[in-house]
Each structure stands twice: as structure tokens, then as C-alpha cells.
């Protein structure tokens, strides 16, 4: 090991913190912008799966399970290496778990194609 005095000199230089704000302060605007970007996307995406609960008649004590099979699809369908037939057996793979935990696979299977248009595979 190196001189600790030398190390513990050489992070200080490296992290300094007005560095590091500037840094963000200047990647902050666009980080903002996307975060909003993503926050709409989630809430136009809950609200899409509450009206898609309702058409099935379930019963609103239950929707917290159906929304956060919804969010684990959400968050599949913005993976950018997963498309096609892989997203359709990725998106099997979560109804299936989702139905052995108790969940109706038909208003699961309507939440994936009325929500995110992915067909059964």
C-alpha cells in the first residue's frame, strides 16, 4: 500500500465538492427533464391499468397487486435490448407469476395487451 497521507491527499483533490456541484448543477436541467418525462409515463400508465381494472370489475382492495404487476411490465417495456418475441416470453414469465400468487390471469392478460399492447406469445 501506498503512502496513506498521499492517498487520502490524492481523494481529497479528486472529490472536491464544488467540482462535483458544478458538475450536477449543470447536468441537472436535463436530468429534471426526464425524470418528469418518466413520471408522466408512469402515473398515464397507472391511470390506463385502473381503467383497465375497472372494465374487468376488480374489486379496488386488489388493485395494488394488478398495479404492481403493471410497474414490473412498465419497467420491462423500457429495458431497450428486450423487444419482440423476447418481450412477449419475458411478459409471459411475469403473468405466470403473478397468477400463482393468486392474481386472475385474464385481467392480467388484459392489463398486457390493453396497457402496453404486448400480444400472448
Do not use: C
Amino acid at each position: 500500500m501506498s503512502d496513506p497521507t498521499k492517498r487520502v491527499a490524492q481523494w481529497a483533490a479528486k472529490y472536491k465538492t464544488d467540482r462535483i456541484k458544478a458538475t450536477l448543477d449543470d447536468l441537472r436541467p436535463d436530468m429534471l427533464r426526464r425524470y418528469q418525462e418518466a413520471v408522466a409515463e408512469l402515473y398515464a400508465m397507472e391511470i390506463k391499468t385502473k381503467e383497465t381494472l375497472n372494465a374487468q370489475g376488480v374489486h379496488t382492495i386488489l388493485y395494488i397487486p394488478y398495479l404492481n404487476y403493471s410497474r414490473q411490465l412498465y419497467k420491462l417495456s423500457r429495458k431497450r435490448n428486450i423487444s419482440g418475441d423476447s418481450m412477449k416470453m419475458a411478459a409471459q414469465v411475469l403473468l405466470e407469476k403473478w397468477r400463482l400468487r393468486g392474481l386472475d390471469p385474464d385481467v392480467l392478460a388484459a392489463i398486457r395487451w390493453e396497457v402496453f399492447s404486448i400480444p400472448a406469445p
